[in-house]
């Protein structure tokens, strides 16, 4: 409940006025579960698991499962309050959509300087996000440092480099992967038990979140985005 006030300040005008939040499940592990699995089918090119003939029904199912999930998870992300969490998974979606059809409809195999000047352009905005989870989520923060990795090695392949960094980015990808299992687990547990159970490094406000009561819950309500005038 908040009170509303004048515009400049003065006693309160109303005492009837009500913010009614709506509970809404953590979407960050289908997040994390769904960046996980399109790291790895990438990487199942990457690393020469399966054909380059096979390229476009790995982008498919890229784009049937990963991009949904993601969109999903940042919608709710949203709905939950969390600006920092939606606006890294809709970008997830954004990458991988932008990155499957880019690979679907090209050369198997063939390097393409579209997606290199792509995921170059995207890398340090992952940056940017991972700097600004890290002050409260640094399990986040450090997908988005590995993925913004991969997403640097993967483009200056794609741009004309050596096979090597193919090579490399695939196998930072089977390291995003299971850094993704794990998060998506931890994550998970912690929703189910409201209580850390594996470690993620929670901090600041993102730890008083779960361990602080519901005053530090609705605090300073009045002030975000859908309950102030303007964003």
């Given at each position: 409940?908040?009170?509303q006030?004048?515009?400049d300040?003065?006693a309160?005008a109303a005492?009837a006025?009500r913010?009614?939040?709506r509970?809404?499940?953590?979407?960050?592990?289908l997040?994390f579960?769904a960046?996980?699995?399109?790291?790895?089918l990438l990487?199942?090119?990457e690393?020469?698991?399966?054909?380059?003939?096979q390229?476009s029904?790995?982008?498919?199912l890229v784009?049937v499962?990963?991009v949904?999930l993601?969109?999903?998870?940042?919608?709710f992300?949203?709905?939950?309050?969390?600006?920092?969490?939606?606006?890294?998974?809709?970008v997830?979606?954004?990458?991988w959509?932008?990155?499957?059809?880019?690979?679907?409809?090209g050369?198997?195999?063939a390097?393409?300087p579209?997606?290199?000047?792509?995921?170059l352009?995207v890398?340090?905005?992952?940056l940017?996000?991972?700097?600004a989870?890290?002050?409260?989520?640094?399990?986040?923060?450090?997908l988005?440092?590995i993925g913004?990795?991969?997403?640097?090695?993967?483009g200056?392949?794609?741009?004309?480099g050596a096979?090597?960094?193919?090579?490399?980015?695939?196998?930072f990808?089977?390291?995003?992967?299971a850094?993704?299992?794990?998060?998506?687990?931890a994550?998970?547990?912690?929703?189910g038990?409201?209580?850390?159970?594996l470690?993620?490094g929670?901090?600041g406000?993102?730890?008083t979140?779960?361990?602080?009561g519901?005053?530090?819950?609705v605090?300073?309500t009045?002030?975000?985005a859908?309950?102030?005038?303007?964003?």
């Open positions: 409940m908040s009170e006030t004048r515009p300040g003065d309160p005492r006025t913010i009614v939040l509970p809404v499940a953590s979407s960050l592990p997040g579960f960046f996980g699995t399109a790291s790895v990487t199942a090119l690393l020469h698991w399966v054909p380059q003939g390229t029904a790995l982008m498919l784009l499962y990963a949904p993601e969109l999903l998870a940042a919608v992300a949203f709905l939950a309050r969390d600006a920092g969490a939606a606006c890294a998974l809709a997830f979606a954004g990458v959509a932008g990155s499957a059809l880019t690979m679907a409809m050369t198997p195999g390097p393409s579209v997606l290199a000047v792509f995921l352009t890398a340090p905005l992952m940017v996000l991972c700097a989870s890290l002050q409260g989520k640094p399990l986040f923060g450090v988005l440092l913004a990795c991969r997403f640097v090695l993967v200056a392949y794609q741009a004309g096979e090597v960094l193919q090579t490399v980015a695939g196998w990808g089977v390291a995003l992967g850094f993704a299992l794990y998060g998506g687990l994550l998970l547990l912690e929703e038990a409201q209580h850390t159970v470690p993620i929670r901090r406000r993102a730890r979140s779960l361990e602080g519901l005053a530090h819950q605090h300073r009045e002030r975000e859908g309950v102030r005038r303007q964003l």
